[in-house]
């Protein structure tokens, strides 16, 4: 009997009913945030750094799923190489082999990955944060990892265990034995480590939430402190890593860190397959693999899985070729900067920070009476909500996607596709001139929605 499946015909068939479909078969919340904030859109097709919907509108994405697509959507290099691979008929994932592929990303990986040696392939940026929290346990025999405050490093158990944000943790516990230090504060960090407990420091050299670097020094002393107490520095470059700040990890902005164990995932799957690594030292390895008895003491069903790794190393070839972090710092510098330029233009823009193309926009209290009283009855109902109600115009009247920087937070964060251009910073710009210039007027549009914002808030108390 001959199976017939047509993909095309079934999206055709019943692609309108998405929304409902989420509604009844998902999370249930999400649909329903969309429709309350507008952003229930209908999304038929996406290239590079641009959506489309069936009239053929375009949208200019500042989100880049996360992080995910950091080559834009469908670049058609990786989008052949993934034709390529599922054309071989390779014998993949039989377990008790040694593909090629896995191989090759590894070396391309470590190429880019000075004083690391060798790599664990899994699935996403949790697990590669979870096999990086295993392997210093064991490495160093202790139990304890620290974290920074406002950390975000995955949902799993154990990636939770260091994720600073409260909402995320509650209703979870217990976790593992872990303890919050302030980022930048070495005293913090040298009065935990003297208990003589702490496997490692897990750390983002920019944090995803809300956008904050690590003080300049900080990775560097840091890592001398754990050393002195026989500790681990995990760098968490999830979603700074591959060209993101502008150089190919975001720890390579200071000189002299050496991370023991560095996470990464998002950007490497090509916007296609999910993978995730975890790249650490020999010694390391050898003790976590350190017999044929052990062979298989961490492990991922579908890692190193051939598609995946094909999506990498085209992901790799497209950033050597299309020099891709070399464009990622002059697009990134020049958006900063035209952003930056803005703050003194508006009294509720309060600071435009990041590195590369990876920015934070933080909004603050004005100085004028009216603006003040507005922005204070916002902030009563529930923090955050200005920083929502510049993202809504920003998608529903110039079509351009962006995301507040985490909950209770007055920050937008923009990571858009590595690949956008000089026309799209200055259509962004141009949009999120006009829509403060709206904010700052006093009246419009803007103030309605917020009005609807603060009914939802107070609902939800």
């Known amino acids: 009997m001959t ?48 959506f489309f919907d069936a009239e053929g509108n375009d949208y200019l994405d ?31 994932l039989t377990r ?13 990986l470590l190429a880019q990955s000075p004083h690391l040696d060798r790599v664990f392939f899994g699935n996403s940026g949790t697990e590669a944060v979870e096999t990086a929290l295993k392997f210093a346990r064991y490495a160093t025999g202790k139990p304890r990892v620290l974290y920074c405050d406002h950390a ?25 034995p872990d303890t919050a230090v302030p980022l930048g504060d070495l005293d913090a960090l040298d009065r935990e480590l003297r208990k003589g407990d702490v496997a490692a420091l897990i750390v983002e050299p920019i944090q995803g939430k809300g956008v904050h670097e690590a003080p300049p020094g900080y990775l560097r002393a840091a890592q001398e402190l754990l050393r002195g107490h026989r500790a ?23 000189d002299g860190v050496e991370p023991d164990l560095v996470c990464v995932a998002k950007a490497l799957s090509g916007g296609y397959v999910p993978v995730g690594a975890t790249l650490g030292k020999e010694w390391i390895f050898k003790k976590v693999y350190s017999s044929m008895d052990r062979v298989l003491v961490h492990s991922a069903s579908f890692g190193a899985n051939a598609q995946a790794m094909a999506c990498g190393l085209a992901v790799l070839a497209v950033m050597e070729n299309e020099q891709i972090v070399a464009g990622v710092r002059r697009t990134g510098e020049l ?36 603006l003040r009283s507005r922005w204070t009855m916002l902030q009563a109902a529930r923090k955050g909500l200005f920083a929502q109600m510049v993202v809504v115009p920003l998608l529903q009247r110039h079509r351009i996607l962006t995301q507040v920087s985490g909950d209770h937070l007055e920050v937008i964060k923009l990571i858009p596709p590595l690949v956008v251009d000089e026309a799209d910073v200055n259509r962004f710009v141009d949009a999120f001139t006009a829509v403060m210039d709206d904010a700052h007027s006093g009246g419009g ?17």
């Open 335 to 370: 958006l900063k900067s035209r952003l930056t330029a803005l703050i003194d233009k508006y009294e509720m823009l309060a600071d435009v920070r990041g590195r590369g193309l990876m920015i934070g926009i933080e909004f603050g209290k004005p100085s004028s009476l009216k």
């Open 62 to 92: 500042m989100l880049a799923g996360f992080g995910v697509m950091g080559l834009g959507r469908h670049h058609p290099v990786v989008r052949k190489a993934l034709h390529d691979v599922l054309d071989l008929d390779l014998a993949d």
């Open 152 to 176: 975000f490093h995955g949902l799993t158990t154990g990636s939770l265990s260091v994720n600073g944000e409260r909402g995320f943790r509650d209703g979870f516990a217990p976790l593992l």
């Open 445 to 461: 549009l803007m103030w309605d929605f917020g009005k609807t914002l603060i009914k939802q808030a107070v609902a939800h108390r």
């Open 96 to 108: 008790f082999d040694c593909q090629p592929l896995p191989g090759l990303l590894a070396e391309r």
């Open 232 to 254: 681990l520095l995990i760098a968490d470059e999830v979603q700074t890593g591959l060209g993101r700040t502008g150089d190919f990890y975001a720890y390579q902005h200071e």
């Open 3 to 50: 199976t017939e499946f047509d993909l095309g015909a079934l999206l055709a068939e019943r692609g309108s009913e998405r929304y409902e479909l989420h509604a009844r078969h998902l999370n249930p919340q999400l649909p329903r945030m969309l429709h309350t904030i507008g952003f229930d859109k209908v999304y038929e097709r996406a290239e590079g750094a641009h």
